[in-house]
């Protein structure tokens, strides 16, 4: 079973930073794409930034400069450095992985983590 687990939330003031992490377990051998989305209070799931296994990036729009997301294949772990931290940024954050390649060769299309809370106080 692929389990994604994140960490490294918590309640931070406004305008500092925090390192989110997230380890994919599972008998995996590769996976192709890792992500973390976020999930405010009242509003829908959204994409934050995207990383390829080949380390290509996607970030969206609105968040391009403060988040930086970065991964290690061998470990099979995905990071997203925020800084300037906004009271707007709390939310839940949430790992996600896309073609996960399993040690005996099936795929999974994909797969979440139960999430991370992330708190700004103003």
């Known amino acids: 079973q692929v389990q994604l687990v994140e960490s490294g939330g918590g309640l931070v003031q406004a305008g500092g930073s925090l390192r989110l992490s997230c380890a994919a377990s599972?008998?995996?051998?590769?996976?192709?794409?890792m992500g973390w989305y976020r999930q405010a209070p009242g509003k829908q799931r959204e994409l934050v930034a995207a990383i390829t296994s080949g380390g290509s990036t996607n970030y969206a729009d609105s968040l391009k400069g403060r988040f930086t997301i970065s991964r290690d294949n061998a470990k099979k772990m995905v990071y997203l450095q925020i800084n300037s931290l906004k009271p707007e940024d709390t939310a839940v954050y949430y790992c996600?992985?896309?073609?996960?390649?399993?040690?005996?060769?099936?795929?999974?299309?994909?797969?979440w983590g139960k999430g991370t809370l992330v708190t700004v106080s103003s």
């Open positions: 599972g008998s995996i051998f590769s996976i192709n794409d």
């Open positions: 996600n992985a896309q073609g996960v390649k399993r040690n005996w060769g099936s795929y999974g299309v994909d797969y």
